[in-house]
Structures are given as C-alpha cells and as structure tokens.
C-alpha cells in the first residue's frame, strides 16, 4: 500500500462548481499536511499547508482528519485558471516528504 | 532572486553514458533534495542532504550519486544511465533541515531521457 494515496482523476467540472479531493496517508505517526499544485511540464508549488483546525485561503479550504488519516482540499467557485494537478504531501515520522500521485483537475468554460 | 535553478532543461542520452543534474539555490536554505516524476508516481525522494556536508538516501537512490559542493549546490550524477532513468528531475530546497513545517521550493525540473 502507498503511504500516500489520491483519486487520479481527472475530475472535469464546469467553471463555478464545487469540487473536493481527498488524499489518505498509512502513518498515522505522520507530523505535517501540504497542498501543491503543479501544472503541466512544471514545478509543484505550495498551494497551502493544512492544519489540524483545518485552515481557508480565498476559495480554497484544506481540512485534516487525524481519526480517519486524510486530509482534503475543497475549491469553490472554480475558475479556468484552477485546471492542474493537486498533489498532497505528507511529512511522515522520518521527517521525509512523502508525494501522493496526483489529482487533476480538469475546469471547462 | 532566482530561486532554485536546474541544468539542464533537457537531456537525451543512450544507455550507459553519464552526466551530471545540476542544481543551485539562492534562498540560503540549509537542506536540499533530489526527485524524479513519473507517470503515475507522483514524486520520489531520491537523495538529501539536509545541511552542508551531509548527505542520505531517500525511498530510490540505485543507480545515482550526489554531492554538496556548498551550502548553495546539490548535484545529482548518473553513472551508467539506463532506460529506466528516464523520467523528469525536480531538485527542492527547504529552510529548516526537516524539520514537520518544512515547506519545499522547487526548481524547474531537468527532463531526462535514455535511450
């Protein structure tokens, strides 16, 4: 089993939805939560950083669930601009960053 | 501030041929890593080095050497390339050595490809 593991995708939404990730992680001793987004052919870069009271910048909300050893991403009112792939990152208790595969995300007009 | 710089952009080598991935920071940032990308794998921790001097394996480091030069370089060495190097290289550089808030900035990735 991965130690971090995430839907593929891709969900293909219409500009203005709604759409929610989820990401599990096997370690439960695991200390720290990220949020990247990478676009095509490009670096990942740090979209946010989750925390336990689960934390909101703009349209985006990112929420952990230490009980059920996840953490999700919700994006509101998407926007064209929001297509990429979301890669969730788990720091684990070998303090190393552990990458899931992937969620892309497809926004159409 | 340019960040973190890789070199090259792209590569294509034949089977058993060397080179070396270069990479800089200029955020002086104490740890620096090493991954690949491929399809389907989200990305893999090959080496790191979390301070000047140092350096440690990560979850895929057959078939790759790395050195510190200084608190500003990493560089990552093929020996004998083979086919399943092919894949794409983010270098990454972080401020406080690993720690659990540690936030990884990337550079813009070396794509390898081995014949």
């Known amino acids: 089993r991965k130690e971090v593991e995430q839907d593929p995708g891709p969900f293909n939404v219409p500009e203005g939805a709604t759409v929610a990730f989820n990401c599990t992680y096997s370690?439960?001793?695991?200390?720290?939560f990220f949020w990247y987004r990478q676009d095509c052919r490009k670096e990942p870069k740090l979209l946010m950083s989750?925390?336990?009271s689960g934390n909101e910048d703009g349209r985006f909300t990112a929420q952990l669930n230490r009980a059920s050893q996840y953490i999700s991403l919700l994006i509101r009112d998407s926007k064209l601009s929001d297509s990429a792939t979301y890669l969730c990152a788990v720091i684990n208790s070998s303090y190393k960053l552990i990458f899931g595969s992937g969620t892309r995300l497809l926004v159409r007009p | 501030n340019a960040g973190v710089t890789q070199t090259p952009k792209f590569q294509v080598l034949k089977t058993g041929q060397s080179m070396t991935l270069q990479c800089a920071q200029d955020m002086n940032h104490n740890s620096m890593y090493w991954y690949r990308q491929d399809p389907g794998m989200g990305l893999r921790l090959i080496y790191y080095s979390a301070s000047e001097g140092t350096t440690d394996k990560g979850e895929v480091p057959n078939g790759y050497n790395v050195s510190r030069l200084n608190k500003r370089e990493f560089s990552l060495r093929l020996e004998s390339a083979a086919p399943s190097q092919t894949s794409v290289y983010f270098c990454?550089?972080?401020?406080?050595?690993?720690?659990?808030?540690?936030?990884?900035?990337f550079g813009p990735g070396t794509r390898l490809t081995v014949l």
């Open positions: 989750v925390y336990s």
């Open positions: 990454a550089s972080s401020d406080r050595q690993g720690l659990p808030t540690d936030t990884q900035y």
């Open positions: 370690n439960s001793a695991s200390q720290s």
